[in-house]
């Protein structure tokens, strides 16, 4: 259960997160007091957290909440009570494009069992009226240059496509109880065909990075319950395969120090109220994912088939630097010693069976007793590729992106070091890393893209951004990539965002692919932009954002280039 400390270091973290954006964009909040900070801020924590996106100024766009926009930009209109919008097309045929919609509410003062209030819901309604009732005008309350009215229209023509999108509500505060009343959030859902999923102050405290600290433990096992194997003929570094109780699974991944080391514990429910040590998931690839149909189906397990569990589970994957199986009562029993170790697959499994261990089954000590779970340990040095390739390979239970599985790549390691003496904060896994006041945050996906577009593929960043890290993954990170010239690149990406604040991704993109080919400055590279966007005609009545995702547009530009170039009598590289 989250605490007062809690609530502060979200409030600060909030703050941090408005620091690094208004530095970003040369933005002075003088008169701005720390608590409104935190509110604004506030946004860009959660949006990170539940979406992925590392980029501060793209989250920024996403942002439609009236005061934020006010503050910061001036220009602030009606938000109809959804604060933010995040439109996410899905990497995976399999799994349904999303439409995650943000109710945001900030409390000040911490109250430890404050709920939040139903009337939250309510507050959407008129958001969600504009997407049902299609009669309705828009510019009827909203001007078409404004964030609501452009997402607005932009959800009303996904909704009627052909293509399959889902739609989440999410209910974010800091308060530390969720609305209780479940009879309305279904109703509420059924009306306006969405999920709703409401995050308090426990979920995003474990969105905020702990750091990786050295964990010890041990646990008892018989010797049929383990099985060892050597990756090398002779080699002494051996790994084990072994079958865990879930109430050892707890003991040994819990913050409670007593627990971890008491293998004979003579009570299971000393387990109870036990919490998890989130550092123990630095390594892992995925991020929090709430409540998807896996974790329900986990839990579902455990309360109504808990001996089948290690029938339906993939199990637990972990890597130690130390692992000790000694012999106990003349070989029958094996007692392990691990140190410093990670789970690097199965995140979602064991933070179910936290859920499962903080709700009301009154069986549920007994049930986690009757429950076991596959538990594979490698044993791996601090500084083996290996490692990494296991968090990628063994991560399938539920769907990750690309982008989250090259994260443990060893070129994404090499990068992050070589960004970090020049005060850039890489972030290779979102909700992780909150930002610091005097760093700069340049996500993975947002670097990848800059290296895209001056390799003179802006047009691709955006309409095939889902092949960065498959297809074009090796082209953009290969071996050719050299380190030194990352720098040039990211401060004139920088120097595009402080030049027009407003720029959106797909033309900060261009800009840069236009100043690295033909040698011009930021500002002639926005006029050539602006003129290339005015004179392109598309097949369609096509929108800015249309025309730069296609490559008729990126050769219309690049004619007008080439004049350019003549008319000056400069040589095109």
């Known amino acids: 259960m989250a605490d007062r400390n809690d609530f502060k270091i979200v409030a600060q973290t909030s703050i941090n997160y408005l620091s690094s954006l208004c530095s970003e964009l040369n933005i002075e909040l003088n008169d701005v007091s720390d608590n409104e900070k935190a509110r604004l801020g506030f946004y860009h924590l959660i949006l990170e957290a539940a979406t992925g996106e590392a980029d501060l100024q793209t989250v920024s766009q996403c942002i439609t909440d009236t005061?934020?926009?006010?503050?910061?930009?001036g220009q602030g209109t009606d938000d109809l009570g959804i604060d933010a919008v995040y439109i996410k097309e899905s990497e995976d045929e399999n799994v349904n494009n999303e439409i995650l919609l943000f109710n945001f509410k900030y409390r000040e003062q911490y109250k430890p069992d404050q709920e939040q209030e139903e009337s939250a819901l309510s507050r959407c309604e008129k958001f969600l009226n504009y997407i049902v009732d299609l009669d309705e005008k828009l510019e009827t309350d909203l001007p078409p240059e404004s964030k609501t009215y452009l997402f607005l229209n932009d959800?009303?023509?996904?909704?009627?496509?052909?293509s399959i999108w889902d739609?989440?509500?999410?209910?974010?505060?800091?308060?530390?109880?969720?609305?209780?009343?479940?009879e309305y959030i279904n109703r509420f859902q059924k009306a306006h065909e969405l999920k709703v999923e409401c995050i308090t102050l426990d979920t995003i405290s474990n969105y905020i990075f702990n750091k990786k600290i050295p964990h010890q433990c041990k646990f008892l096992l018989g010797k049929n319950d383990c099985l060892s194997f050597n990756r090398e003929l002779g080699s002494t570094d051996t790994s084990f395969i072994v079958k865990l109780s879930l109430i050892d699974v707890i003991r040994i991944t819990?913050?409670?120090v007593n627990l971890l080391k008491k293998?004979?514990?003579?009570?299971?429910?000393?387990?109870?109220?036990?919490?998890?040590?989130?550092?123990?998931?630095?390594?892992n690839v995925r991020g929090f994912l709430g409540q998807t149909i896996f974790n329900k189906k986990i839990q579902n397990t455990l309360v109504n088939e808990p001996e089948n569990f290690f029938i339906y589970n993939n199990g637990l994957t972990l890597t130690t630097s130390s692992l000790e199986a000694n012999s106990q009562n003349t070989g029958n029993r094996f007692l392990f010693e691990l140190q410093n170790f990670q789970i690097v697959n199965g995140g979602q499994t064991i933070r179910s069976i936290y859920e499962y261990l903080m709700g009301q089954d009154v069986n549920k000590i007994a049930n986690l007793r009757k429950a076991s779970v596959l538990v594979r340990i490698f044993k791996v040095s601090s500084d083996d590729c290996l490692k990494n390739k296991i968090a990628e390979y063994t991560n399938s239970q539920n769907a990750i992106s690309a982008k989250d599985l090259k994260s443990v790549d060893q070129k994404q390691i090499q990068i992050e070091a070589y960004l970090k003496p020049f005060n850039i904060q890489y972030i290779r896994k979102t909700a992780t890393n909150p930002p610091s006041n005097d760093q700069y945050r340049l996500g993975m996906e947002t670097l990848a893209k800059i290296i895209f577009s001056a390799m003179g593929f802006p047009e691709k960043v955006t309409s095939q951004k889902t092949k960065l890290f498959t297809v074009f993954y090796d082209e953009i990170f290969g071996s050719a990539l050299n380190l030194d010239e990352l720098m040039p690149l990211i401060e004139a990406y920088r120097a595009i965002s402080k030049f027009k604040r407003d720029r959106t991704e797909q033309q900060a993109c261009y800009v840069l692919y236009i100043m690295k080919k033909y040698d011009k400055d930021i500002s002639s590279s926005f006029e050539l932009l602006t003129k290339a966007l005015n004179t392109y005609e598309a097949r369609t009545n096509a929108s800015d954002a249309r025309k730069l995702i296609q490559k008729g547009f990126k050769l219309h530009l690049d004619s007008l280039a080439t004049?350019?170039?003549v008319a000056s009598g400069t040589e095109i590289s």
């Open 67 to 73: 005061r934020y926009n006010t503050i910061l930009f």
């Open 155 to 162: 959800i009303r023509k996904k909704l009627n496509s052909l």
């Open 254 to 256: 819990c913050t409670n």
């Open 563 to 565: 004049q350019d170039k």
């Open 167 to 182: 739609m989440k509500l999410f209910i974010v505060s800091n308060e530390t109880m969720p609305i209780s009343n479940q």
């Open 263 to 283: 293998y004979d514990m003579l009570e299971d429910s000393e387990v109870n109220g036990a919490t998890l040590n989130e550092s123990l998931l630095y390594d």
